[in-house]
């Protein structure tokens, strides 16, 4: 499982409702089926990964994250989870608004545009970069909204969002550096968040 989505285990309820954005092939939703006894439901777009949740009995709808969330009512989810999707969202702060409405917490994870290699890599080599996190040339990324560590928490302060808890996944030797200094060290952001005016 990816480093991320332990960390969302960790953070989710034992026997809580959870609706995951973006679930793809199923696998995260139904290790939390396992490992925490949550009710689970999952949002996908694609139908090969549909086909493939669907195989592993996990309850899925297809829908468009994107286009909103009116058919879920307010707080019908303990939480919902988003995990390295919101950057390729065309309308991000709508979909965290929608979250944050429908579950008591969300938990979000995204790739840190931020990062110290990223900096350099654009600085030095004058083009956009390309890693192992993030793999894909300019012209054909999904990525649409490169977003950093401060323009997250600035958007969830413009929203009206509560950080309740942050984590950042950093390269082994930068674990203590990204605790400093995460937005310069932390390669992908894990953030555990809920609505002010609840």
Same mark, same amino acid.
């Given at each position: 499982?990816?480093?991320?989505?332990?960390?969302?285990?960790?953070?989710?309820?034992?026997?809580?409702?959870?609706?995951?954005?973006?679930?793809?092939?199923?696998?995260?939703?139904?290790?939390?089926?396992?490992?925490?006894?949550?009710?689970?439901?999952?949002?996908?777009?694609?139908?090969?990964?549909?086909?493939?949740?669907?195989?592993?009995?996990?309850?899925?709808?297809?829908?468009?994250?994107?286009?909103?969330?009116?058919?879920?009512?307010?707080?019908?989810?303990?939480?919902?989870?988003? /995990?390295?999707?919101?950057?390729? #969202?065309? &309308?991000?702060?709508?979909? +965290?608004?929608?979250?944050?409405?429908?579950? @008591?917490?969300?938990?979000?994870?995204?790739?840190?545009?931020?990062?110290?290699?990223?900096?350099?890599?654009?600085?030095?080599?004058?083009?956009?970069?390309?890693?192992?996190?993030?793999?894909?040339?300019?012209?054909?990324?999904?990525?649409?909204?490169?977003?950093?560590?401060?323009?997250?928490?600035?958007?969830?302060?413009?929203?009206?969002?509560?950080?309740?808890?942050?984590?950042?996944?950093? /390269?082994?030797?930068?674990?203590? #550096?990204? &605790?400093?200094?995460?937005? +310069?060290?932390?390669?992908?952001?894990?953030? @555990?968040?809920?609505?002010?005016?609840?």
């Amino acid at each position: 499982m990816r480093y991320d989505l332990t960390h969302i285990v960790s953070w989710v309820a034992h026997n809580s409702r959870v609706l995951d954005l973006g679930c793809g092939d199923g696998m995260f939703l139904s290790a939390l089926e396992k490992e925490r006894g949550v009710r689970g439901l999952g949002i996908e777009l694609d139908p090969e990964n549909l086909i493939a949740a669907a195989r592993l009995n996990i309850d899925v709808i297809q829908q468009d994250i994107d286009q909103g969330l009116d058919n879920f009512p307010d707080k019908s989810f303990d939480t919902v989870v988003m /995990a390295q999707a919101l950057q390729v #969202l065309h &309308r991000p702060h709508r979909v +965290l608004n929608d979250m944050v409405r429908i579950g @008591r917490e969300a938990i979000v994870t995204f790739p840190n545009f931020g990062h110290w290699r990223c900096r350099v890599y654009l600085g030095v080599m004058g083009r956009m970069p390309v890693s192992r996190v993030l793999p894909y040339s300019w012209y054909d990324t999904p990525n649409i909204h490169f977003c950093t560590l401060k323009d997250f928490e600035a958007l969830c302060d413009e929203l009206n969002i509560e950080i309740i808890a942050r984590d950042f996944i950093a /390269a082994e030797s930068q674990g203590i #550096l990204a &605790r400093w200094l995460p937005n +310069l060290f932390g390669v992908t952001a894990v953030y @555990r968040i809920r609505s002010r005016t609840t």
